[in-house]
T-cell receptor, first 112, second 113 residues
Framework: EDKVVQSPLSLVVHEGDTVTLNCSYE??????LLWYKQEKKAPTFLFML????IEKKSGRLSSILDKKELFSILNITATQTGDSAIYLC????????????FGTGTRLKVLA | DAGVIQSPRHEVTEMGQEVTLRCKPI?????LFWYRQTMMRGLELLIY????????DSGMPEDRFSAKMPNASFSTLKIQPSEPRDSAVYFC???????????FGPGTRLLVL
């Protein structure tokens, strides 16, 4: 059965800290891995990773994929209270279906 | 563009009632996805459509759930009869191509008493 596991489940840090969120997967016919940020409402897209070892970066956020070890990390440096959210990892499959398999997310709270 | 539009935003109903959730995807997007999110199971894909045709409904929990997409700008997810365990947030998402990022609507928070 396809599986996406995120850790930790929740995390509380102070402003300015650096955090690393983990996503491991066991999925047949892997195509890509995506990170989403979910605040109060809908998930919003952060990154899509398809190639191993290539870092994607956007401001204080960065992410990298390791297709050999089947995991990805999302780093947030110099955290701010606005980073408080649930971070979701999803894996997209190939083979004729565009089904995304989501992890249960990491709930991050950044304290002022 | 207004983004993906869902209605209602909140729904409270009693067990046994029929519930209909509605979604308008972003214009020009060929793919539409229905998800359910709960604390226990996270975000689960229920069904997705390509050009109004259901492609994968393997995530639909049981016969009480049905989804339709009569045209490119409208889809419904129906639960009949509803049960308390159906209480969740239901998201609709669309994408221009299946492998591109998906754009989520604001969700419908459903509570079945």
């Amino acid at each position: 059965e396809d599986k996406v596991v995120q850790s930790p489940l929740s995390l509380v840090v102070h402003e300015g800290d650096t955090v690393t969120l983990n996503c491991s997967y066991e999925v047949t016919n892997f195509r890509s891995l995506l990170w989403y940020k979910q605040e109060k409402k809908a998930p919003t897209f952060l990154f899509m990773l398809t190639s191993s070892g290539i870092e994607k970066k956007s401001g204080r956020l960065s992410s990298i994929l390791d297709k050999k070890e089947l995991f990805s990390i999302l780093n947030i440096t110099a955290t701010q209270t606005g980073d408080s959210a649930i971070y979701l990892c999803a894996v997209a499959k190939t083979s004729g279906t565009y089904k995304y398999i989501f992890g249960t997310g990491t709930r991050l709270k950044v304290l002022a | 563009d207004a983004g993906v539009i869902q209605s209602p935003r909140h729904e409270v109903t009693e067990m046994g009632q029929e519930v209909t959730l509605r979604c308008k995807p972003i214009s020009g997007h060929d793919y539409l996805f229905w998800y359910r999110q709960t604390m226990m199971r996270g975000l689960e894909l229920l069904i997705y459509f390509n050009n109004n045709v259901p492609i994968d409904d393997s995530g639909m929990p049981e016969d009480r759930f049905s989804a339709k997409m009569p045209n490119a700008s409208f889809s419904t997810l129906k639960i009949q009869p509803s049960e308390p365990r159906d209480s969740a947030v239901y998201f609709c998402a669309s994408s221009p191509f299946g492998e591109e990022t998906q754009y989520f609507g604001p969700g419908t928070r459903l509570l079945v008493l």
